[in-house]
């Protein structure tokens, strides 16, 4: 999209490009200046708050579903997008139009200008977008808001809300330049999303976060409901555009539930969607959630670029794994979900990942990897990648393109070459950038 100034979404994302911080800054002085100046919209909605290391989007994909089924009006802040940065402020469930986004965008912008001179360093392209997003939740009004931090969670632009149901993902290495370089180091950060007399829905975690999670929660004088002991999967089943899943929630079970996603990892996402919901609602001390809500709510859940089928014959899925943990998730749901002879992956990567460790937990199930690049500042150039896949893979299982768009038609003909054998498939995955690229290339649609 150019930047035409009769476009107002393209002035918009202009202006918001130019906030993109130059130094990372580890504080929350300037978006609580900014929102006290909007006069604290986060106040004036409930909250469920999510972090984690991978996960986060589509178990906030879930709960809003979950709430939006209930009858509540909702509003999601979720990041990164796909393909358009509206994708990132939902009210009930749908983006916001681009007419709306530029007109909260220009509601709130002078009042960012006011803080850029309170303060050494301007308000960043983060901290604006989630006070517009709160600011959105506010107009609507929304009964719940379902906010997922944007990194860590201690200094993260949208730890000002002190909420009262906090939702911890499986913690992993990632962003080890920022958050730290160990498991116990980075679940401080994201420990830092809980509050006083919070109550915390936590998905199974390594013994390292526990620890920290449980020492958070001691001192604020926070409680802890734990994936499989207080909550959890029961059962599972793969069936045909997903699986069949018996969810324990906090006061009930629910079976026979549709979930039209692939992969265990995402009946654990839903699990844990239903315990904060269950938690949210205080469902312990009132009538268990209806069952066939329940199923009405996760039958309609989607997460685009979350192992998603985006072309048949052969098969292309799509998938915004960006770290080991991801990897490893993505490779157990094709494992779980799919039967392909011949698997091709295209991989673009940001140079500041560990391509090494993402390509190592591919290379099990991939026959042929085509590395390649995305239009991000920070993608890793695709023959440094191509050099970290030959030694992962072996120089005979190498192919590099420098644009993604000939990346993918290199895998599709390969696999099409196989067609007739009917068992080829392409992954293309490395990145959520990579992903919302390859998702408007093969789709070219926006997701809702």
Known sequence: MGFDGADPLARVEKALEERFPSRMVPDLDRIVDLLNLLGDPQRAFPSIHITGTNGKTSTARMIDALLHELSLRTGRYTSPHLESVTERITVDGAPLDAERFAELYDEVAPFAELVDGRHEDKVTFFELLTAMAFAAFADAPVDAAVIEVGLGGRWDATNVLNAQTAVLMPISLDHVGILGATIEEIAGEKAGLIHAGA???SAVQPEAAARVL????????ASILHEGLDFGVRNRAVAVGGQVVELQGLAEVYDEVFLPLYG??????????????????????REPLDADVVRAAFAGVSSPGRLEVVRRSPTVLIDGAHNPAGAAALVAGIEDAFTFDRLVAVVAILDDKDATSILEELEPVVATVVATTNTSPRAMPATELAEIAREVFGAERVEVRDRLDDAIDLAVADAEADAALGGAGVIVTGSIVTAGEARHLLRGVSPR
């Open 199 to 201: 109550t915390v829905i």
């Open 214 to 221: 449980r020492d958070r929660a001691d001192e604020v004088g």
């Open 264 to 285: 265990e990892h995402q009946a654990r996402n839903a699990a844990c969607a239903l315990a904060a919901v269950d938690s949210f609602l205080g469902s312990a001390n």
